[in-house]
């Protein structure tokens, strides 16, 4: 069975140990040979000093210049190594013979070591004699006038230096081990504080996880925003750069930026968001929020973003074309009862009454919108508005196109007309519902002023709320409960804007009548003069009337 190899985590701690103990032991080799030299040059200049005081006595160094008074010079030898606890103190003549020794068995004799400073030079060194070893200072022994008549040597044995190393090098091991301990210690911190912030992931998973974050994150058609617990941007893929259409910078708090409302609300909530339908400047986005944990510990949440700005379109363009056909289909069963009153006229021989009722067909109104309909010279708009009408007045809402509504061109903007249109008609069909004004009215005006096309809804509702007036335009504001409602008219201002033009409310409404939207479309419409337009129109109902 193969061994199981050991997780990154105890290597590193394994190694931190191991590289703790190594700085630790060498350090403490080298404080303890520093210390060593330390402790013999200190004793080495103690002897030193003790040698300089005992030559400066100018009655020993006449003591030794005059061989009667030799035996003086062992007494005042022996009397100063009492004193300083040196091990020795030797005293010379000029040739290097005992005159002082501790044993005075060796006075008399040559000293065992070189008698350097009968040179006339200090020596310090650590020398072994007849004493054993010792550290040395050896001086001159001058006369007053300066004549070298000998030379002093002091030693403390080397045995003192030795205790006294290894006292200080207890003390030194003790403080070494402490450090060794604390950075153990320190070393096992580290290592957790490793493995927690790593999720206690191998390095080999780390990178896997990173490949596959790469892979997937920058692979995908949807956008992804990571954020931490503390509500900061740590990650956002080119696909939600581009869907919210701004850059989003790593370490962002999500309050700075420039988000949806509902969407921030989400995130700063750390709340799950399923297909929450959000937009933004030019695109229709549904979003979804997972909170993240794992062991315990928030994590942030993800954000994943989907496109729904072309689906959305089809999605109104199909609700025109459907509101079409089904104008169309009222209207076939409408004209195929006129076409059998017509053919029964004809078939009795009534022909006055036949042309009465053919003119009054096309003096009639266009499905169901009233004389002003004849004004308007775009189908989108007449079939839109007539399946709006039959909308409305299965919620006992009456929808009337104004009389003074004249639209000359054609529509070159159905998709953001409709959108517009659509959704303030909608809106003022649900308030003029609510609202306690009977009968329950909505009224639309359409003016085109060449290529720009200028619309109005009116409606007999309770109005708009002051609380609702200054962010009506914003996603999420509303007065329905439940999800999913406030955005129809963030939508209608985004197509307006798509169209370089604007939707607003030009009165809140009160006492009299409901909210007035009105919106400037520029460019929704064909262009072309107004007289070529009404001669082509006239043309047109000659060619019918025939």
């Not at 973003?305 to 199909?318: A, F, G, P, S, Y």
Request: charged share 25%; hydrophobic share 40%; with cysteine.
């Amino acid at each position: 069975m193969s061994r199981r190899p050991m997780r990154f985590a105890r290597q590193v701690l394994a190694l931190q140990i191991g590289l703790v103990v190594l700085i630790t032991g060498v350090g403490f080799a080298l404080a303890a040979t520093l210390l060593d030299r330390s402790l013999v040059d200190q004793y080495g200049q103690r002897a030193l000093g003790v040698a300089r005081s005992v030559a400066a006595d100018d009655d020993l160094a006449a003591a030794v210049a005059d061989p009667a008074r030799h035996p003086r010079v062992a007494t005042k030898a022996e009397r100063a190594r009492t004193a300083t606890g040196a091990l020795f103190i030797v005293i010379t003549d000029d040739r290097g013979v005992r005159l002082a020794h501790p044993d005075p068995a060796q006075i008399g004799d040559p000293v065992s070591t070189d008698p350097q400073a009968l040179t006339g030079r200090d020596v310090v060194d650590v020398q072994r004699g007849t004493l054993g070893w010792s550290a040395r200072g050896k001086v001159p022994l001058r006369t007053t006038d300066g004549r070298i008549v000998g030379q002093v040597s002091v030693g403390f044995d080397a045995r003192q230096i030795h205790t006294a190393f290894l006292r200080l090098l207890g003390t030194s091991a003790a403080v070494a081990a402490g450090a060794l301990l604390l950075g153990i210690a320190g070393s096992a911190l580290l290592t957790r504080l490793l493995k927690r912030r790593t999720l206690g992931l191998e390095p080999h998973e780390l990178t896997e996880l990173v490949r596959q974050r790469e892979a997937v994150l920058y692979g995908i058609g949807e956008g992804v925003l990571a954020v931490d617990a503390r509500g900061r941007i740590t990650f956002g893929n080119g696909e939600a750069e581009r869907l919210l259409g701004r850059r989003v910078e790593p370490g962002t708090p999500v309050r700075e930026l420039d988000l949806p409302p509902r969407l921030r609300a989400a995130l700063l909530d750390h709340r799950p968001v399923d297909n929450l339908i959000t937009v933004t400047a030019d695109r229709v986005l549904v979003a979804h929020h997972r909170p993240v944990h794992r062991d315990g510990t928030d994590l942030g949440g993800v954000v994943t973003l989907r496109d729904r700005t072309d689906l959305d379109k089809l999605t109104r363009e199909l609700e025109s074309v459907r509101g079409t056909a089904d104008v169309l289909r009222a209207q076939r069963h409408e004209f195929t009862n006129r076409l059998h009153a017509l053919s029964g006229l004809l078939q009795t021989g009534h022909r006055q009454e036949a042309e009465d009722y053919l003119q009054a067909l096309f003096s009639g109104s266009i499905a169901g919108l009233g004389p002003a309909a004849d004004a308007v010279r775009d189908s989108h708009l007449v079939s839109f508005l007539g399946a709006k009408k039959a909308a409305a007045a299965e919620k006992d809402v009456a929808l009337e196109l104004g009389e003074t509504s004249w639209v000359a061109t054609a529509v070159t903007s159905p998709v953001e007309v409709t959108t517009v249109l659509g959704n303030l008609v909608d809106n003022a069909c649900e308030a003029a519902r609510a609202g306690g004004r009977r009968p329950a009215r909505v009224d639309v005006d359409l003016l085109s002023d060449g290529t720009a096309l200028h619309l109005s809804v009116l409606d007999t509702g309770d109005g708009v709320p002051a609380a609702l007036r200054a962010d009506l335009f914003t996603e999420g504001s509303t007065t329905k409960d439940g999800d999913g409602h406030g955005i129809g008219l963030a939508l209608a201002r985004q197509a307006a804007r798509a169209l370089g033009g604007e939707v607003r409310i030009a009165d809140p409404g009160g006492d009299e009548h409901g909210a007035l939207f009105v919106a400037r479309l520029p460019g929704a419409l064909a262009g072309g003069s107004p007289a070529d337009l009404t001669s082509n129109a006239d043309t047109a109902e000659q060619e019918a009337n025939r």
